[in-house]
C-alpha cells in the first residue's frame, strides 16, 4: 500500500503538507505542479488500500479521478477552500472544504491538527495573499513585527516559486521546495540558516522583480489597472505576486495581469478590489477558458482581440 501526496505547487499548497508531515511523518509519492495545474489527482494510479491525501486544488475539478480513486479502493483525505461541487458520499472519503474566503488550505490543516505548526500556517495565509486575516493571527499569537514581516515574505516567496506556464520556469520544483522546507519545525530557522532555500529564493524573486521597472500600464484609471508583461520566463514568474502587489496597494481597483503567450493568446491574471471581493471568477469566465474564485479569476489563453473587450467587461462590472 502506497502514500500519495497530491498538493498544488503554491504557498498554500506547499505549506499545508509541511505541515501535516512534520505532525505525522510519512514516506510518500509527491504530486504536484505549477500554480495552475490542478488537474492532479488523476496522476495518481491508486491501488485498494492505498491512501492519498490531496491539499488545495479544486474537488471539482478533480470530481472524476476522486471517484476513480476511490472506486479503486483507496482512502482519500481531501482538503481544500476553492469550489468543491458535488462532495461524494463515500466511507473512504474524508472531505474537510472550507469556502469562507478568509479560510486557505494551510488554515483548515492548522485546525485539523490544533495549531501545532502555527508558524508555518500563518505564512501559508500571507503566501495565499490573506493578508488581514494572517495578520490578524500572527498578532493573536504574540509574534514581533519583525517576525510578522518575515512570515510574510516567506509565504509570499513559496508562492512565487509556484507561478510558472510549466515546471521547467519555476526556480525550484515545488516538491523539492516541500523537501527543503520540512526540515524546519518552525519557518522562523529558515532566516538564521544562511543556506537555506528562503535565502536563495529571495535574491531569485529579486532579479526577477528588477525587471519590472520596464513595464508601463495598458489601462490605469479609477476602476481598473491593467498590464501586459512579455513571454519569458521571469514574467511568468513574477505574473502572480506582482497582481498581489497591485491588490494590496490599490485596493479599491481591480488589477488585469496579462502575459503575452506568444501565440495570439494572453493568459489573464483578475483581483477583485480587495475592498470588494466579488465577481472576479464571474467575469472571467464570460470567456473561452476563463474561470476563478470571487477574489480571482483568470482566463488561460485570451485571444488578442478579446483583451480590449475583456477590460472593458471588468470596468463595467467595478465600476459601480
Ligand atoms: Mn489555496
Not at 504574540?142 to 508562492?159: I, P, R, S
Not at 520540512?182 to 528562503?198: A, G, M, R, T
Not at 520596464?214 to 508583461?229: D, K, M, Q, R
Not at 479569476?297 to 478579446?306: K, R, S, T
Amino acid at each position: 500500500m502506497a502514500n500519495y501526496d497530491v498538493f498544488n505547487g503554491d504557498a498554500d499548497g506547499v505549506i499545508s503538507l509541511v505541515q501535516l508531515r512534520l505532525n505525522e511523518p510519512k514516506q510518500s509519492y509527491l504530486i504536484t505542479g505549477v500554480k495552475r495545474d490542478i488537474a492532479l489527482l488523476q496522476q495518481v494510479r491508486a491501488d485498494h488500500g492505498d491512501d492519498i491525501t490531496v491539499l488545495d486544488i479544486s474537488m471539482e475539478k478533480n470530481a472524476d479521478a476522486l471517484t476513480e480513486v476511490l472506486d479503486m479502493g483507496a482512502y482519500v483525505t481531501y482538503i481544500d477552500h476553492h469550489r468543491a461541487g458535488h462532495i461524494p458520499h463515500h466511507s473512504s472519503l474524508k472531505a474537510h472544504i472550507n469556502l469562507d474566503a478568509n479560510m486557505c488550505t494551510a488554515l483548515i490543516v492548522d485546525e485539523l491538527i490544533e495549531g501545532k505548526y502555527h508558524a508555518w500556517a500563518i505564512a501559508a495565509a500571507y503566501g495565499d495573499n490573506l493578508v488581514a486575516k494572517a495578520d490578524e493571527l500572527a498578532n493573536q499569537a504574540g509574534y514581533t513585527n519583525e517576525q510578522m514581516a518575515f512570515l510574510k515574505e516567506l509565504g509570499t516567496l513559496v508562492n512565487y516559486n509556484g507561478y510558472g506556464s510549466s515546471i521547467n520556469d519555476l526556480h525550484f520544483h515545488p516538491a523539492d521546495l516541500y523537501q527543503a522546507l520540512v526540515k524546519y519545525e518552525s519557518p522562523f530557522e529558515l532566516q538564521n540558516d544562511s543556506s537555506s532555500v528562503y535565502h536563495a529564493l529571495r535574491a531569485a524573486y529579486q532579479n526577477d522583480f528588477d525587471q519590472l521597472d520596464e513595464i508601463t500600464p495598458l489601462v490605469s484609471n479609477h476602476t481598473l489597472g491593467a498590464f501586459v508583461l512579455p513571454n519569458e520566463p521571469w514574467a511568468r514568474r513574477v505574473i502572480g505576486v506582482f497582481s498581489n502587489d497591485l491588490a494590496n496597494e490599490m485596493p479599491h481597483r481591480a488589477h488585469a495581469v496579462c502575459r503575452d503567450n506568444g501565440d495570439g493568446t494572453y493568459t489573464v491574471s483578475l483581483r477583485a478590489p480587495l475592498n470588494n471581493k466579488q465577481g472576479a471568477g464571474d467575469v472571467c469566465a464570460m470567456f473561452p477558458t476563463g474561470g476563478g474564485r470571487a477574489a480571482a479569476g483568470g482566463v488561460n489563453a485570451l485571444p488578442e482581440h478579446q483583451l480590449d473587450e475583456f477590460m472593458r467587461c471588468v470596468e463595467r462590472y467595478y465600476a459601480s
